[in-house]
Protein backbone atom coordinates (compact mmCIF):
# COMPACT_ATOMS: atom_id res chain seq x y z
CA UNK A 1 0.00 0.00 0.00
CA UNK A 2 1.04 3.10 -0.64
CA UNK A 3 1.28 6.11 1.76
CA UNK A 4 0.31 9.83 0.78
CA UNK A 5 1.72 12.64 2.68
CA UNK A 6 -0.52 15.93 2.36
CA UNK A 7 2.25 19.07 1.91
CA UNK A 8 -0.45 21.88 2.65
CA UNK A 9 -1.05 20.03 6.12
CA UNK A 10 1.41 21.90 8.37
CA UNK A 11 0.22 25.19 6.35
CA UNK A 12 -3.59 24.92 7.53
CA UNK A 13 -2.29 23.90 11.47
CA UNK A 14 -0.03 27.76 11.65
CA UNK A 15 -3.30 29.28 11.24
CA UNK A 16 -5.18 27.53 14.03
CA UNK A 17 -2.28 27.72 16.31
CA UNK A 18 -1.86 31.28 15.66
CA UNK A 19 -6.09 31.98 16.17
CA UNK A 20 -6.04 29.99 20.09
CA UNK A 21 -2.80 32.19 21.12
CA UNK A 22 -4.76 35.00 20.28
CA UNK A 23 -8.01 33.95 22.38
CA UNK A 24 -6.31 33.05 25.26
CA UNK A 25 -4.54 36.30 25.49
CA UNK A 26 -7.73 38.19 24.98
CA UNK A 27 -9.23 36.44 27.49
CA UNK A 28 -6.25 37.01 29.99
CA UNK A 29 -6.94 40.69 29.48
CA UNK A 30 -10.55 40.66 30.07
CA UNK A 31 -10.12 39.22 33.49
CA UNK A 32 -8.64 41.27 36.46
CA UNK A 33 -5.58 39.85 38.49
CA UNK A 34 -6.41 38.72 42.08
CA UNK A 35 -3.62 41.10 43.50
CA UNK A 36 -4.74 44.10 41.03
CA UNK A 37 -8.28 43.48 42.81
CA UNK A 38 -6.64 43.64 46.27
CA UNK A 39 -4.70 46.90 45.74
CA UNK A 40 -7.72 48.48 44.30
CA UNK A 41 -10.09 47.63 47.19
CA UNK A 42 -7.16 48.53 49.87
CA UNK A 43 -6.53 52.09 48.24
CA UNK A 44 -7.90 54.79 51.01
CA UNK A 45 -10.71 57.37 50.11
CA UNK A 46 -9.55 60.58 48.80
CA UNK A 47 -8.10 63.17 50.91
CA UNK A 48 -9.10 66.24 50.74
CA UNK A 49 -6.96 69.02 48.61
CA UNK A 50 -4.75 71.59 50.07
CA UNK A 51 -7.57 74.34 48.56
CA UNK A 52 -10.29 72.67 50.73
CA UNK A 53 -8.14 72.27 53.96
CA UNK A 54 -7.47 76.22 53.75
CA UNK A 55 -11.03 77.46 53.31
CA UNK A 56 -12.20 78.50 57.12
CA UNK A 57 -15.01 76.49 58.61
CA UNK A 58 -18.25 78.72 59.00
CA UNK A 59 -19.05 79.42 63.19
CA UNK A 60 -21.88 78.11 64.22
CA UNK A 61 -23.71 80.23 66.48
CA UNK A 62 -24.69 79.18 69.81
CA UNK A 63 -28.48 80.18 70.61
CA UNK A 64 -29.85 81.78 73.25
CA UNK A 65 -30.57 79.87 76.70
CA UNK A 66 -34.18 80.48 77.48
CA UNK A 67 -33.06 80.73 81.02
CA UNK A 68 -30.24 83.73 80.10
CA UNK A 69 -33.31 85.76 78.84
CA UNK A 70 -35.40 85.02 81.89
CA UNK A 71 -32.89 86.30 84.02
CA UNK A 72 -31.59 89.71 81.93
CA UNK A 73 -35.81 90.22 82.07
CA UNK A 74 -35.69 89.50 85.54
CA UNK A 75 -33.01 92.32 86.48
CA UNK A 76 -34.24 94.48 84.21
CA UNK A 77 -37.63 94.96 86.22
CA UNK A 78 -36.21 95.08 89.37
CA UNK A 79 -33.69 98.20 88.12
CA UNK A 80 -36.84 99.97 86.54
CA UNK A 81 -38.18 99.16 89.81
CA UNK A 82 -35.74 100.77 91.90
CA UNK A 83 -34.63 103.80 89.70
CA UNK A 84 -38.20 105.06 89.19
CA UNK A 85 -38.55 104.68 92.99
CA UNK A 86 -35.30 107.41 93.73
CA UNK A 87 -36.37 109.23 90.92
CA UNK A 88 -40.19 109.91 92.59
CA UNK A 89 -38.39 110.10 95.89
CA UNK A 90 -35.68 113.18 94.83
CA UNK A 91 -38.41 114.87 92.94
CA UNK A 92 -40.80 115.28 96.29
CA UNK A 93 -37.53 115.51 98.21
CA UNK A 94 -37.09 118.52 96.31
CA UNK A 95 -40.36 120.17 96.85
CA UNK A 96 -40.07 119.66 100.66
CA UNK A 97 -36.67 120.77 100.89
CA UNK A 98 -38.53 124.38 99.76
CA UNK A 99 -41.37 124.14 101.24
CA UNK A 100 -41.30 122.29 104.03
CA UNK A 101 -42.35 124.92 107.47
CA UNK A 102 -40.05 122.54 109.53
CA UNK A 103 -36.16 122.46 109.34
CA UNK A 104 -36.04 119.05 110.42
CA UNK A 105 -38.30 118.32 107.65
CA UNK A 106 -36.66 120.43 105.18
CA UNK A 107 -33.18 118.16 106.56
CA UNK A 108 -35.04 115.07 105.63
CA UNK A 109 -35.91 116.12 102.39
CA UNK A 110 -32.01 116.94 101.85
CA UNK A 111 -31.23 113.54 102.77
CA UNK A 112 -33.90 111.79 100.59
CA UNK A 113 -32.58 113.53 97.80
CA UNK A 114 -29.12 113.01 98.62
CA UNK A 115 -29.02 109.49 99.36
CA UNK A 116 -31.64 108.49 96.09
CA UNK A 117 -29.35 109.84 94.14
CA UNK A 118 -26.47 108.07 94.64
CA UNK A 119 -28.28 104.79 94.82
CA UNK A 120 -29.86 105.98 91.19
CA UNK A 121 -26.07 106.01 90.18
CA UNK A 122 -25.39 102.51 91.09
CA UNK A 123 -28.29 101.55 89.01
CA UNK A 124 -27.35 103.16 86.20
CA UNK A 125 -24.69 101.77 86.50
CA UNK A 126 -25.42 98.69 86.73
CA UNK A 127 -28.28 98.90 84.07
CA UNK A 128 -24.96 99.84 81.61
CA UNK A 129 -23.52 96.73 82.77
CA UNK A 130 -25.78 94.63 81.95
CA UNK A 131 -26.96 96.52 78.79
CA UNK A 132 -30.51 97.27 80.78
CA UNK A 133 -32.65 100.13 79.28
CA UNK A 134 -34.12 102.37 81.85
CA UNK A 135 -37.41 103.79 81.65
CA UNK A 136 -38.81 107.10 83.56
CA UNK A 137 -41.76 107.07 81.99
CA UNK A 138 -44.17 105.53 84.86
CA UNK A 139 -41.67 107.41 87.81
CA UNK A 140 -42.61 110.40 85.82
CA UNK A 141 -46.71 110.30 86.07
CA UNK A 142 -46.50 109.07 89.85
CA UNK A 143 -44.04 112.11 91.04
CA UNK A 144 -46.11 114.42 88.85
CA UNK A 145 -49.41 113.44 90.63
CA UNK A 146 -47.72 113.47 94.05
CA UNK A 147 -46.40 117.09 93.21
CA UNK A 148 -49.23 118.17 92.65
CA UNK A 149 -50.92 117.21 95.76
CA UNK A 150 -48.29 118.21 97.94
CA UNK A 151 -47.91 121.75 95.98
CA UNK A 152 -51.29 123.07 96.72
CA UNK A 153 -50.61 122.14 100.44
CA UNK A 154 -48.75 124.24 102.69
CA UNK A 155 -47.23 124.69 106.74
CA UNK A 156 -47.82 122.09 108.40
CA UNK A 157 -50.61 120.50 106.21
CA UNK A 158 -47.48 120.08 104.09
CA UNK A 159 -45.40 118.49 106.09
CA UNK A 160 -47.48 115.97 107.23
CA UNK A 161 -48.26 114.93 103.67
CA UNK A 162 -45.03 114.48 102.65
CA UNK A 163 -43.63 111.87 105.48
CA UNK A 164 -46.94 110.52 104.96
CA UNK A 165 -46.26 109.51 101.17
CA UNK A 166 -42.38 108.97 101.88
CA UNK A 167 -43.15 107.06 104.59
CA UNK A 168 -45.89 104.80 102.18
CA UNK A 169 -43.98 104.85 99.76
CA UNK A 170 -40.52 103.29 101.46
CA UNK A 171 -42.74 100.87 103.15
CA UNK A 172 -43.74 99.68 99.61
CA UNK A 173 -40.67 99.56 98.07
CA UNK A 174 -38.94 97.77 101.31
CA UNK A 175 -41.55 94.78 101.08
CA UNK A 176 -40.80 94.54 97.38
CA UNK A 177 -36.94 94.52 97.34
CA UNK A 178 -37.08 92.08 99.98
CA UNK A 179 -38.95 89.59 98.09
CA UNK A 180 -37.24 90.56 94.66
CA UNK A 181 -33.96 89.46 96.91
CA UNK A 182 -35.16 86.24 97.97
CA UNK A 183 -35.72 85.41 93.95
CA UNK A 184 -32.58 87.19 92.71
CA UNK A 185 -30.01 84.66 90.80
CA UNK A 186 -27.98 87.52 89.69
CA UNK A 187 -25.38 87.92 92.71
CA UNK A 188 -24.71 92.07 91.22
CA UNK A 189 -28.26 92.31 91.67
CA UNK A 190 -28.56 90.90 95.39
CA UNK A 191 -25.48 92.57 96.28
CA UNK A 192 -27.42 96.03 94.84
CA UNK A 193 -30.09 95.22 96.96
CA UNK A 194 -28.33 94.52 100.11
CA UNK A 195 -26.75 98.29 99.75
CA UNK A 196 -30.70 99.98 99.54
CA UNK A 197 -32.44 98.11 101.62
CA UNK A 198 -30.36 100.18 104.83
CA UNK A 199 -30.95 103.09 103.46
CA UNK A 200 -34.69 102.68 102.63
CA UNK A 201 -35.41 101.31 106.26
CA UNK A 202 -33.87 104.31 107.68
CA UNK A 203 -35.77 106.84 105.17
CA UNK A 204 -39.23 104.97 106.54
CA UNK A 205 -38.04 105.26 110.20
CA UNK A 206 -36.88 109.12 110.46
CA UNK A 207 -40.34 109.86 108.26
CA UNK A 208 -42.23 108.29 110.89
CA UNK A 209 -40.36 109.53 114.15
CA UNK A 210 -40.85 113.08 112.46
CA UNK A 211 -44.60 112.53 111.77
CA UNK A 212 -44.63 111.65 115.48
CA UNK A 213 -43.11 115.05 116.50
CA UNK A 214 -45.62 116.69 114.17
CA UNK A 215 -48.43 115.37 115.72
CA UNK A 216 -47.16 116.03 119.36
Partial sequence: MKTYKFKGTKY????????????????????????SSTATAATPAAQPTAAEAAKPKREVKRAAVPGEASDKSANAAILNQIHQADRKEIALGNIAAEKASSPEVQNYAKQLVEDHTGADQQVVAMAQKMNVRLRDTAASKESGHSSAKLKSATGTEFDRQFLQQTSADHDKLIAELKKEREDASDDDIEALIDKILPILEQHKQLAEILMKKEQA
Fill in 12 to 35: LLIPLVVAATLIGCSSSRQQPSAE
